[in-house]
């Protein structure tokens, strides 16, 4: 008894072990889910609060409805006739089967848990079916809510909007369920083997009645939706993209449309067979046509398509393709909206005649000579102030009315950089303190402060022509993480405002008055943001009160995205003072890739250049896309606003009944908003993509590629670079309008080979789009967004872009001049190479900078070259550089006079590759001689280039003598040397006008 007892001793605690292990996992499975359901629930929360502070938290809840609608339907779909599968399975097994050993034990093993797997894998299917049917959510809503195009495709008449919105729908939903049935007669297998209702017995298969009607069922079931789906394929030709072009071509539509046909009813005709298996038990027929159907799919859906492809479509193909590329031209011009371009046959001149711009005065006198992506360091340096504000790398180009009259600028916008604290940085610093940016600079584009910018409107608080307006900037492109703003009235502000003086302690602060943020007037609500943003300062600062608000995904991309996530937005949002407030204005467009005989392109592919990197960009296929909504966001408060841009595209008409009520007609929009509204640059990039090939409309020619274009590689670039020239913005009078107007363009070069290469740098097109949208209260102007293309003749040379970029480059007296700006602890830096169609022909005019390579550098314009022709001239000013290349007088004005450099006047011009004679009065011609290329139109005179060479060459002796000096470390010659080499320096930049 007592051993016994010892022994029950002994065995107790393990069972209290084990029972405490259960309560410890039980508890802190407790305890993990409650954490997990707080983390959900508040993020959930958190979003509810921001789209209903915005006005948009209907967007959120249409996408919750639809998403969990579809889970519900998809978890029943698939979980259900998985059970019924399972169920109808076991139930057919026979009761009094003898089974093998082997699978008894497998028996053995499921009969325990058998039930519990019955419920467990119909559920674990249903939740994985919902989830698909939840993320395809989208397609879904689509179909439902399609609006008709009006427009027939041309091979089954059908309205383009089935292709569009209802097709991809059938093909998912076939693809979805033909999943399911297919997993349905592998668990009737499975089971039906597992109990003995399917048996293999020497060569002979068994199989029970009822597995045989069910598995028969299942079977026909599956090639119903095969056959189905290929009646669908037939549709889908119109819309895949093929070796010659995107849409049926002429295989498709007399060999693969015919054949699928004949498959799908193939596939009919087997299912039908099944069903009849299933009740009169004779399998020999449907496994005839089961083959048959492999068989004709092999033959007819494979090898007959491409026998007809090889043998007689290949040797007479530009024949036979004719009607179907045809369609894809007419199809892709309308999807890219290039159906109504106005294509111009300009003769373009070469020669630079006297007074030649004097019919071109509005264009010349708006040449852009700031560069954005090249002034935003003088930006900084002279507007900046202070290092917690910074502008954008890449500054924005627009137009502002200016004294009655309209003028090019380059704008910015002084946001905050919370970097520049540097040690200063705190959460209290980094929240509480520095919540925003301060105001906008800008800047005429066609002129400059003694090569600095002219701003027009600049300076803290903001002074200039653009009068009173909100310039706090608490939304913009690098605006904060998360700031907390707002305080009770009568609370000391501690929101920095901005520096009201020199002094660091000479600062404004300010309180926000406004509804940009939810409100954290909760302790649940600043648990909940407190988690967000994994900060418990947010609950325990001072600083956060009830009337505090919390501002977060600031970025007006990400905020317009959030409330429009149907939309594909520009990669170039750009700000405007509109109305007393700066708003950022983005363009959202509207895209399929399917729209019928289409050609897709890879939009990230189109629009990538030298400004815009698309390398965090995923790539996104279309064959369709409008520009259909104007938004905005205000940088003080955050307030999105969309405005439907094009009522009747078909698409947003669609997206419109998915989400009601989240566009306002564009005309509600201000007479202010409306003069700053601008042809979308992507929109454009995509469609000169496009138009490099379609702008030939004959199908035949097209096939042959006899004409095709490609956009010109940047010249400003590197020699190695690739990437495309973006496209500028200008105001300028194409050759067929009555006026200048603000306008976004590009240039075109050909394709000479088959790896899209060109040879020749000549140009044979140039493309630009109106876009001046007006400035009259919701009217559109009627000329915004017309394409016009000015198509060079063959046998008119007009140099290209690298063609102009490398006659500057070579020409000897451009090179002698930008390397003697290129000493002495500077460099040059070359901007935009702009084309302008004026004087009958095509001009080429580029800013050059001189930067400092100290510290605190920015670029000072210093010269500007120009190209007409065969013709190049350099000058300190654009106007200068005209009269020089056009005979001494352009004709008209630009407008910088006095404003490039020190002294200005001075101007060079040369023809062909810089060998031309030398003259006291006019542009020179051409010569074989070994001149200087100097040219005396505007001043400049032998004596002063003799003098030059000569300051260059004591430059270039003192340079030598210099580094001898410190190879032998005689430090005195080295001091006589360097003072030599800055005398000399000194005499040929006096001697050159700078």
């Not at 979003?47 to 938290?57: A, S, T």
Request: proline share 4%.
């Amino acid at each position: 008894m007592t051993s016994a007892h010892v022994a029950d001793s002994a065995a107790t605690p393990p069972r209290r072990n084990t029972r405490t292990r259960k309560i410890l996992l039980i508890s802190t499975a407790i305890i993990v889910g409650i954490v997990v359901l707080f983390l959900a629930v508040s993020a959930f929360y958190t979003e509810i609060l921001w789209f209903n502070q915005l006005g948009f938290v209907s967007v959120l809840f249409t996408q919750l409805g639809w998403g969990f609608a579809l889970f519900v339907v998809g978890f029943v779909v698939g979980g259900g006739p998985s059970w019924i599968a399972l169920r109808l399975a076991y139930r057919s097994r026979p009761v009094y089967a003898q089974f093998s050993s082997s699978l008894s034990h497998y028996q053995e093993l499921v009969d325990p848990v058998r039930r519990l797997l019955f419920w467990v894998i119909p559920i674990g299917v249903g939740i994985f079916s919902g989830a698909v049917a939840s993320s395809s959510w989208t397609t879904v809503a689509l179909w439902v809510n399609g609006v008709n195009s009006g427009v027939t495709d041309p091979q089954f008449n059908l309205d383009n909007s089935f292709y569009m919105f209802a097709l991809p729908f059938y093909r998912g939903a076939v693809a979805f369920l033909s999943a399911i049935v297919l997993l349905c007669l592998v668990l009737t297998v499975v089971v039906g083997y597992l109990y003995g209702g399917i048996r293999v017995a020497g060569r002979e298969l068994r199989i029970a009645k009822g597995l045989r009607v069910q598995g028969a069922l299942t079977i026909a079931i599956y090639l119903l939706l095969q056959a189905v789906s290929l009646w669908l394929d037939r549709y889908g030709t119109l819309t895949e993209a093929n070796s010659l072009m995107t849409g049926a071509n002429y295989t498709d539509v007399n060999a693969v449309i015919p054949g699928k046909t004949i498959l799908a009813i193939i596939a009919l005709i087997v299912a039908i067979a099944f069903v009849v298996t299933a009740f009169i038990g004779k399998w020999r027929v449907p496994l005839v046509g089961t083959a048959l159907l492999v068989v004709s799919a092999l033959v007819i859906g494979l090898l007959y398509p491409a026998l007809v492809q090889k043998f007689y479509v290949d040797p007479s193909a530009r024949e036979l393709e004719s009607s179907y590329i045809q369609r894809n031209i007419d199809a892709t011009r309308t999807a890219y909206g290039l159906d109504s371009i106005n294509t111009v046959e300009y003769s373009a001149t070469t020669d630079a005649t006297e007074g030649a711009l004097r019919s071109d005065a509005d264009t010349t006198a708006s040449i852009r000579l700031l560069d954005p992506t090249i002034v935003s360091p003088a930006f900084r340096q002279l507007q900046q102030f202070k290092q917690y504000y910074q502008f954008s790398d890449d500054l924005d180009v627009d137009r502002y009315d200016i004294d009655g009259s309209t003028r090019d600028t380059v704008i910015g916008v002084r946001e905050l950089n919370l970097n520049g604290l540097g040690d200063s940085q705190s959460w209290v610093n980094d929240v509480i303190v520095y919540t925003h940016g301060y105001g906008a600079v800008a800047a005429f584009g066609n002129e400059t402060d003694e090569g600095l910018p002219s701003f027009f409107e600049s300076n803290i608080p903001s002074t200039g022509e653009l009068g009173d307006y909100e310039p706090r900037v608490y939304f913009g492109e690098n605006s904060p993480e998360y700031s907390i703003v707002g305080a009770p009235d009568g609370t000391s502000p501690v929101e920095l405002d901005y520096p009201a003086g020199s002094g660091d302690d000479s600062v404004t602060y300010n309180t926000f008055e406004g509804d940009a943020g939810p409100k954290l007037d909760n302790i649940f609500t600043r648990l909940a943001y407190a988690v967000k943003f994994q900060s418990e300062q947010i609950l325990l600062s001072s600083y956060v009160n009830n009337d505090s608000q919390i501002l977060y995904d600031r970025d007006p991309v990400t905020r317009i995205q959030k409330v429009a996530p149907y939309l594909t937005l520009d990669s170039d949002p750009y700000p405007a003072v509109v109305d007393g407030r700066i708003q950022w204005i983005v363009d959202g467009y509207t895209t399929s890739a399917s729209y019928p005989y289409s050609q897709q392109e890879s939009l990230a592919t189109a629009i990538s250049d030298t400004r815009t990197d698309t390398s965090t960009r995923s790539t996104d296929t279309v064959n369709y896309i409008k520009n259909s909504v104007k938004a905005t966001v205000d940088a003080y408060s955050g307030a999105v606003t969309l405005y439907a841009w094009d009522a009747d595209d078909p698409v947003l008409q669609t997206w419109q009944k998915v989400y009601p009520s989240t566009l306002k007609p564009y005309s509600e929009m201000s007479a202010q908003l409306m003069a700053h509204v601008r042809y979308p640059s992507d929109l454009f990039k995509a469609q000169r993509q496009m138009l490099a090939t379609y702008h030939v409309t004959d199908a035949g020619a097209f096939y042959s590629q006899e004409d095709a274009w490609q956009v010109p590689t940047d010249p400003t670039a590197a020699s190695t670079s690739t990437l495309k020239q973006p496209p500028y913005y200008l105001t300028l009078e194409m050759p067929d309008a009555e006026a200048a107007s603000f306008s976004l363009y590009s240039t075109y070069i050909p394709i000479n080979n088959s790896a899209g290469t060109s040879s020749r740098s000549v140009l044979t097109g140039y493309l630009a789009a109106d876009s001046n949208a007006g400035s009259t209260a919701g009217v559109k102007s009627p000329d915004y967004g017309k394409l016009t293309l000015l198509a060079l003749p063959r046998e008119t040379t007009v140099p290209a872009p690298g063609q102009v970029q490398s006659a500057f480059n070579t020409n000897q007296d451009i090179s002698t001049a930008l390397n003697l700006l290129d000493q002495g602890g500077s460099a040059v830096v070359k901007g935009n190479l702009l084309t302008l169609p004026v004087g009958g022909g095509l001009l080429y005019v580029q800013p050059v900078y001189v930067k400092s390579s100290g510290e605190t550098t920015y670029p000072i314009l210093r010269k500007v070259l120009a190209s007409f022709g065969s013709k190049v001239a350099f000058s300190d000013t654009l106007d200068a550089a005209l009269d020089s290349l056009f005979g001494g007088d352009s004709g008209a004005t630009a407008g910088d006079g006095g404003t490039g450099g020190a002294s200005s006047g001075s101007g060079s011009s040369s023809e062909g590759s810089g060998s031309s004679e030398t003259g006291s009065g006019s542009s020179g011609e051409a010569g074989s001689g070994s001149g200087t290329g100097t040219e005396g139109g505007s001043g400049s005179s032998t004596s002063e280039s003799t003098e030059l060479k000569q300051a260059l060459a004591d430059a270039k002796q003192a340079i030598t003598d210099r580094q001898a000096a410190l190879e032998k470390g005689d430090w005195a010659a080295y001091g006589v040397a360097d003072a030599k080499l800055q005398k000399a320096l000194e005499t040929a930049i006096s001697l050159s006008g700078n």
